[in-house]
């Protein structure tokens, strides 16, 4: 078994909050996670996708009242909303009878209707927590480019050729159009989404134009705001926000939007190997979207992610604003040899940030300037997760 960084975060969101919620994609591993922080609590595990499980909870308060002694796992709990204000008066009386934290362990593929309806009956009682695909730190052992070419979900990355790894992705693919996002609003054609999907992937790590977007799908903005939104909501899709300061500047104002899985992005695009990956227009905006994706999953929540852009040409490619207030500028070139750009340079004299990077695919970590570094991914991710 691979251990995950969160692992640690999730047993001490345990130990201090009567509720913790763990978010993530479907097959990402959050049942695998659990079970083995369960293990330590005698956890009492129910899949609520289990006819046999659902039927234990016709009579939910019940049920519950009779195994409040004990950590209660409850996976994809999504499925069966109306628990919520059960749960919320089961932790109120626990926490009467002295039980303050460690009381319900949630798991669900993340939507916005789980997070409201949690959110707003379990305000103060419950912690949120994403798991998301492997990242380079969890990763190590395995050869370094498979995770970037066949991305972190476990039955991918962890499959025994390439051509099991694709077909299980578009499988993956496949599956949650026709049976997973049905289930979290209005019936959606899949084969419009899937097309949107796809259109997502080539337009990798691209400003965000809904309207481009809908114009291509013969659909209106709002509709095509909307699948987007659904995807973003499922943590599948990520949205980079721009940096916003009144510098005097013209600034571009638009998000980033990518395909978080890089592997998911290559069987979106019938991208079967790194030989194919390296001869395809994506490979550049792949590598880049692949590292951003890498180092926000690292830093966890204590870094924000942003992009800088001016209309004079000043960029940087990742800009981590820490609560602290200080800022690191990271710009991501796939070059053993990188060299630092005039944007670049210049977009760090409108921020001053206090600490400068350039990921480049090499290992060794060596100065480019006074104050900029070369590093490899694996060490700039290390670095945020230690920070």
């Known amino acids: 078994m691979i251990d995950r960084l969160l692992s640690a975060y999730l047993s001490e969101a345990i130990a201090h909050s009567p509720a913790v919620a763990l978010l993530g994609p479907r097959q990402v591993g959050k049942t695998t996670l659990a079970l083995e922080i369960g293990k330590r609590h005698h956890a009492l595990y129910l899949d609520l996708e289990s006819e046999q499980d659902r039927t234990k909870l016709d009579q939910p308060e019940l049920y519950l009242a009779d195994h409040q002694d004990k950590l209660v796992i409850l996976d994809e709990v999504h499925r069966a909303p109306g628990l919520f204000p059960v749960l919320r008066g089961l932790i109120d009386r626990g926490r009467r009878a002295g039980r303050q934290s460690g009381q319900y362990l949630l798991l669900g593929s993340a939507s916005l209707d789980l997070l409201k309806q949690s959110g707003e009956t379990l305000a103060g009682r419950i912690a949120y927590l994403e798991l998301a695909p492997f990242n380079v730190l969890e990763t190590r052992e395995l050869p370094p480019d498979d995770l970037w070419v066949r991305g972190g979900f476990p039955e991918s990355l962890l499959a025994s050729d390439a051509a099991r790894s694709l077909r299980w992705r578009q499988d993956f693919i496949r599956t949650y159009l026709e049976r997973d996002i049905p289930q979290f609003g209005p019936r959606i054609a899949a084969e419009t989404l899937r097309r949107f999907w796809g259109m997502l992937a080539h337009h990798q790590g691209g400003l965000l134009n809904t309207a481009q977007f809908a114009r291509n799908l013969g659909v209106d903005v709002k509709t095509a705001g909307g699948y987007l939104d659904l995807l973003v909501d499922l943590l599948l899709v990520r949205r980079l926000p721009p940096w916003h300061a009144n510098l005097g500047k013209r600034l571009v104002k638009a998000p980033k939007v990518y ?10 695009l019938n991208i079967s190997d790194k030989e194919a990956l390296l001869a395809h227009p994506v490979v550049g905006q792949s590598w880049e979207c692949f590292v951003i994706e890498n180092l926000l999953v690292c830093a966890a929540t204590e870094a924000q992610g942003y992009y800088y852009r001016t209309g004079g040409g ?28 005039r944007g670049f340079h210049a977009a760090c004299a409108d921020l001053a940030p206090a600490r400068k990077f350039v990921v480049y695919p090499g290992a060794e970590r060596y100065r480019l300037a006074s104050d900029v570094e070369a590093i490899s991914l694996e060490d700039m991710a290390a670095e945020l997760h230690k920070s």
Not at 259 to 268: E, K, N, P, T, Y
């Open 259 to 268: 395909v978080r899985d890089s592997g998911l992005v290559h069987a979106l």
């Open 314 to 341: 000043a960029e940087i490619d990742l800009l981590l604003s820490w609560p602290d207030g200080n800022l690191w500028a990271i710009e991501i070139k796939r070059s053993l040899a990188p060299k630092l750009e």
